[in-house]
């Protein structure tokens, strides 16, 4: 993963030309803040926490609702068009955001794009499809669709804030030094979340997370952990009669005790399948945003991912 450094450092390069989004009134320009617009919720955090007071975000993808098929309001479009910079992930994964995408010349940033994750997203699944036992894996987009997860590998999403501060800096350069102590203490914290992980994860009696979406590819890369998810890319994707027959068997000869499923989008499958293979269902949140419960008390990012490692050690035996 640290080829895409590269990329990373590349990333401020693109924005010369960009000016004049602030020219039609629509900004706030009394308050000096720049306006980004993020398209779902971890994207918005890394934004907030690496402008802080300098920046103004709204994030597209309202509490409690999944992102990957949002639906935009005509508000929201508008915003799109004149925010002075949107932060997204492009290959397919929110399309309406995309669409409204095509109206807008100002800077935008695709952190699929830029922190190129694609290449080895794609190794990724490729590797994952040959290396799956369940058997029948019919993802018919293997090989082709590219994993957008990223942010569920805590390093990946330290280089994402990077390359947000990048942009940020050159829409703003007197503010460059705030945006650097500000990356510099969200990274700290990602960095000790990441520690965690791997102290927690090491050694366990088992490593398979069984999942309800193929959301965590690279959770399981980062702390060795075989993902086993029950549908694909897409929570919308079903699975056929025959990979819940092949799932039922590998949870039982593998003494898998959980099945995972997420909080924004129905438990059924998952339930059905933790029912026939004498397993349990619980929760493994995939961070596509948080409910408004999680916002209210508080929460974020890293709060929900040590509640999927609590889940996690207790589904996997760790010591
Ligand atoms: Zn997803």
């Known amino acids: 993963m640290q080829r895409w450094l590269a990329g990373l450092m590349a990333a401020g390069v693109a924005l010369a030309g960009c000016g004049g989004s602030d020219d039609d009134g629509t900004a706030d320009g009394s ?86 994750v694609g290449e080895g997203a794609i190794e990724a699944l490729e590797a994952e499809e040959r290396g799956e036992e369940a058997g029948g894996a019919d993802d018919e987009h293997a090989g082709e669709e590219i994993d957008p997860h990223f942010w569920l590998n805590p390093r990946l999403l330290s280089q994402a804030a990077e390359v947000v501060k990048i942009e940020m800096a050159a829409l703003a350069p007197a503010a460059e030094a705030t945006f650097d102590a500000n990356l510099a203490a969200y990274q700290k914290q990602l960095a000790d979340l990441d520690g965690e992980f791997e102290t927690a994860l090491a050694g366990c009696a088992r ?78 949140d995939p961070i596509e945003g948080l409910s408004e419960d999680d916002l209210t008390a508080g929460k974020d990012y890293s709060a929900v991912m040590r509640q999927n490692l609590a889940a996690m050690k207790a589904a996997l035996a760790c010591p």
């Open 207 to 284: 490593q398979e997370i069984v999942t309800s979406h193929a959301a965590f590819f690279y959770l399981a890369d980062r702390y060795a952990l075989t993902q086993v998810p029950i549908a694909g890319l897409s929570p919308e994707s079903e699975p056929d009669a025959q990979r819940i027959a092949d799932l039922t068997t590998l949870i039982k000869d593998r003494g898998i005790t959980t099945v995972f499923y997420e909080t924004l989008v129905a438990p059924d499958v998952a339930r059905t399948l933790a029912r026939e293979a004498g397993a349990t269902a619980a929760v493994l």
């Open 31 to 116: 308050s000096g803040r720049i306006e980004v617009v993020a398209s779902f919720y971890p994207v918005a955090e890394a934004a907030e926490r690496v402008g802080g007071e300098e920046v103004e975000v709204s994030n597209l993808t309202p509490a409690g609702t999944e992102p990957h098929d949002l639906e935009l309001t005509a508000d929201q479009v508008d915003r799109l068009e004149d925010a002075d910079l949107v932060i997204y992930l492009g290959r397919g994964f929110q399309p309406a955001v995309e669409a409204a995408l095509e109206r807008r010349d100002g800077p935008t940033l695709d952190l699929l794009e830029e922190i190129e």
